[in-house]
T-cell receptor
Framework: QKEVEQNSGPLSVPEGAIASLNCTYS??????FFWYRQYSGKSPELIMS????GDKEDGRFTAQLNKASQYVSLLIRDSQPSDSATYLC??????????????FGKGTHLIIQP | DAGVTQSPTHLIKTRGQQVTLRCSPK?????VSWYQQALGQGPQFIFQ???????QRGNFPDRFSGHQFPNYSSELNVNALLLGDSALYLC?????????????FGEGSRLTVL
């Protein structure tokens, strides 16, 4: 059974601070890793993907992957109230065009306090 | 450029009935996946369609079936509805030429089973 674990929160962070979101996964065969953001009442939106160990930065977002520890994280720098949402971690066995559904965690509810 | 469109947005059914949900993928995308998201949970993979065939299936019973048409649009059918089928049903489109987990979600169809 493939599992993705996240702390459901809520995680409360002051505006301007760094928000740190964490995720662990059980399937050692996982090859690709994703962070989706979901605003209340809306559908998930892809914000970051990472395929290799290390850090990947995109604007205020940094994704970190450690396959040995089966651990993925997302850092949000200079947090803004508009970052308040549920962040879903997802993993996949394929990194290319293979067929497999994503396994999602339950999500972490992030609240940025003005 | 139209994104992923789903219909209907909301619907109410009673136990034992059947429901059909529809999805048009983002322009240029050829792969459609369906996910079920219960309240407070992450999306769960139902199945994926590519080239009009079911390519991969998650842990869902045969009551859940689908179809993909030559124009890449897709339908999700659920027979013999149960109370537990109440959820947000998300359609996600992707391109077979891009990494498999980079999905674009529609706004979903919220199904309530009474």
């Amino acid at each position: 059974q493939k599992e993705v674990e996240q702390n459901s929160g809520p995680l409360s962070v002051p505006e301007g601070a760094i928000a740190s979101l964490n995720c662990t996964y059980s399937d050692r065969g996982s090859q690709s890793f994703f962070w989706y953001r979901q605003y209340s009442g809306k559908s998930p939106e892809l914000i970051m993907s990472i395929y290799s160990n290390g850090d990947k930065e995109d604007g205020r977002f940094t994704a970190q992957l450690n396959k040995a520890s089966q651990y993925v994280s997302l850092l949000i720098r200079d947090s803004q109230p508009s970052d308040s949402a549920t962040y879903l971690c997802a993993v996949n066995r394929y990194s290319g065009g293979g067929a497999d559904g994503l396994t999602f965690g339950k999500g972490t509810h992030l609240i940025i306090q003005p | 450029d139209a994104g992923v469109t789903q219909s209907p947005t909301h619907l109410i059914k009673t136990r034992g009935q059947q429901v059909t949900l529809r999805c048009s993928p983002k322009s240029g995308h050829d792969t459609v996946s369906w996910y079920q998201q219960a309240l407070g949970q992450g999306p769960q993979f139902i199945f994926q369609y590519y080239e009009e065939e079911e390519r991969q299936r998650g842990n869902f019973p045969d009551r859940f079936s689908g179809h993909q048409f030559p124009n890449y649009s897709s339908e999700l059918n659920v027979n013999a509805l149960l109370l537990g089928d109440s959820a947000l049903y998300l359609c996600a489109s992707s391109s077979s030429t891009l990494p498999t987990g980079e999905l674009f979600f529609g706004e979903g169809s919220r199904l309530t089973v009474l």
